[in-house]
């Protein structure tokens, strides 16, 4: 097959808006239905606390760099519970 050798390029324009719907009610289906999105908040949270608990000096001095830095939000200092 002959290619066009005009040295013009062509616009493909591709929208994947359907594709985009179709692929996040599968995630939502494959969830189940019972997923409860507030306690995944909650656990979330919990294991971001266990995360930045109990930092030793050289921790904590990193950790707030992110901080100051803008990479990290500033959570509550102190330790988590067993």
Partial sequence: MPQD???EHA???IDLTLEEARRRAEVVTALGSDWNPMEAMRAEEAAYDALY?????????TYDMLV???????R???HVAD
């Fill in 5 to 7: 050798d005009s040295g």
């Fill in 11 to 13: 616009v493909f324009e």
């Fill in 53 to 61: 608990s109990d930092l030793d000096a050289r921790q904590q001095e």
């Fill in 68 to 74: 100051a830095a803008g990479v990290l939000p500033r």
């Fill in 76 to 78: 509550k200092p102190g």
